[in-house]
T-cell receptor
């Protein structure tokens, strides 16, 4: 089955700790994305990567870091610098077509992070 | 900056009734996407519209994009409890970034 997996589904973190969220895809997609979803605020882009070993900041990158060492994997680290990390995190991937409007993003099941 | 506004924010309908959700952009969209989300789960891709005036249907769901590519509607015919969830529209702006509306929460009463 082709798709996007995220783990864990639920994650609890103490204040001051870094935590890494996993995202893996077997769709052979070039582009991968991380979004944060908060009630009433829709989805906000954290980081995205259009190719291996390259990534760009999205709208709310502060307090987060990513790596893209393999095409299939795009882990997100939530650092202690992120002031309000409790949220639902969604990973997505797409083929990475060059023309805007032709590049459908497919989403994973999400990880709910709670800071205690 | 470009934004997507969805209306209504929430909707409660009786099973069997038709309903429409709207998505409006302040600027031209280069691709309009509709997704469905169950609470606490990921987004499921429904449809993509690209051309002005385009209309697509899948089962009982029809999506349309206006000629100016700034407004889209999602219409559900004869709603069922399985249609309940949050519907989100997303659109690519000229720079290729995908922006999302706030979502419309749909409840279907049996």
């Amino acid at each position: 089955d082709g798709g996007i997996t995220q783990s864990p589904k639920y994650l609890f973190r103490k204040e001051g700790q870094n935590v890494t969220l996993s995202c893996e895809q077997n769709l052979n997609h070039d582009a991968m994305y991380w979004y944060r979803q908060d009630p009433g605020q829709g989805l906000r882009l954290i980081y995205y990567s259009q190719i291996v070993n390259d990534f760009q900041k999205g709208d709310i990158a502060e307090g987060y870091s990513v790596s893209r060492e393999k095409k299939e994997s795009f882990p997100l680290t939530v650092t202690s610098a992120q002031k309000n990390p409790t949220a639902f995190y969604l990973c997505a991937s797409s083929m990475g077509a060059g023309t805007p409007g032709t590049d459908t993003q497919y989403f994973g099941p999400g990880t709910r992070l709670t800071v205690l | 900056s470009q934004e997507l506004e969805q209306s209504p924010q929430s909707l409660i309908v009786q099973e069997g009734k038709n309903l429409t959700i709207n998505c409006t952009s302040s600027k031209t969209l280069y691709g309009l996407y509709w997704y469905k989300q169950k609470y606490g789960e990921g987004l499921i891709f429904l449809m993509m519209l690209q051309k002005g005036g385009e209309e697509k249907s899948h089962e009982k769901i029809t999506a349309k994009l206006d000629e100016k590519k700034q407004q889209s509607s999602l219409h559900i015919t004869a709603s069922q409890p399985s249609h309940a969830g949050i519907y989100l529209c997303g659109g690519h702006n000229q720079g290729g970034k995908l922006i999302f509306g706030q979502g419309t929460e749909l409840s279907v009463k049996p």
